[in-house]
């Protein structure tokens, strides 16, 4: 699976918006880029996907690049709640019948009221 | 709407007692089922998956094992409890229906091996 790189850890201040990177350099043509959070003591939560476009949902807005090398997963308004360790995760689509996601060690946001 | 449950939320055990986990999920047919353990301060490690009744594939050889029983019903197991063991147990699901491999987590078990 291609790799990504995020920064370990962020800071935000309670209703900015926040951008989250993730480089991907090895990224491949099919592979889609998930975002995935993990607040404190809960199991991971999925947040949004993509593949070439922009996309937006309820939770965040998620940028990609136009060589797809890297993508900025965007919270418009951070609240304490956002608080949560954010994974960025490659996948490429039904890769065989098992659909395994790896986790690397992600970005610790915290938010400052 | 789909639903995972994990029970028990929390578990105390003592070294060399077994250990039983359950994973259920309800609202789905025929999903693709995880396990996953994430040791304090640590990623998540995928320990087992399964593609269908009485199918499981192991990802770390270990004193765990999984089974699934049921289509919706994943449960992991030990005979004997290391210390090692101890960490935060995640289930979670994937529609094969969907071709970008999202995966929905349960609320996981903490458990402690003393």
């Known amino acids: 699976d291609a790799k990504t790189t995020q920064p370990n850890s962020m800071e935000s201040n309670e209703e900015e918006p926040v951008h989250l990177p993730c480089n991907h350099s090895?990224?491949?043509?099919?592979?889609?880029i998930h975002w995935y959070r993990q607040l404190p003591s809960q199991g991971p939560e999925y947040v949004i996907h993509?593949?070439?476009s922009n996309v937006n949902n309820r939770m965040a807005s998620l940028a990609i690049a136009e060589d797809r090398k890297s993508s900025t997963l965007i919270l418009h308004r951070a609240t304490l709640r956002d608080a949560a360790v954010y994974y960025c995760?490659?996948?490429?689509?039904?890769?065989?019948?098992?659909?395994?996601?790896?986790f690397g060690k992600g970005t610790k946001l915290s938010v400052k009221p | 709407s789909q639903t995972i449950h994990q029970w028990p939320a929390t578990l105390v055990q003592p070294v060399g007692s077994p250990l039983s986990l359950e994973c259920t999920v309800e609202?789905?047919?025929?999903?693709?089922l995880y396990w996953y353990r994430q040791a304090a301060g640590r990623g998540l490690q995928l320990l087992f998956y399964?593609?269908?009744?009485?199918?499981i594939s192991s990802e770390v050889p270990q004193n765990l094992s999984a089974s699934r029983p049921q289509d919706r019903q994943f449960i992991l197991s030990s005979k004997k409890l290391l210390l090692s063991d101890s960490g935060f147990y995640l289930c979670?699901?994937?529609?094969?229906?969907?071709?970008?491999?999202?995966?929905?987590f349960g609320p996981g078990t903490r458990l402690t091996v003393l």
């Open positions: 979670a699901w994937r529609s094969i229906r969907v071709l970008t491999d999202t995966q929905y």
């Open positions: 090895t990224i491949s043509g099919t592979d889609y």
């Open positions: 993509g593949l070439t």
């Open positions: 995760i490659l996948r490429p689509p039904g890769r065989g019948s098992q659909g395994n996601l790896i």
């Open positions: 609202g789905t047919s025929n999903p693709n």
């Open positions: 399964s593609v269908g009744i009485g199918q």
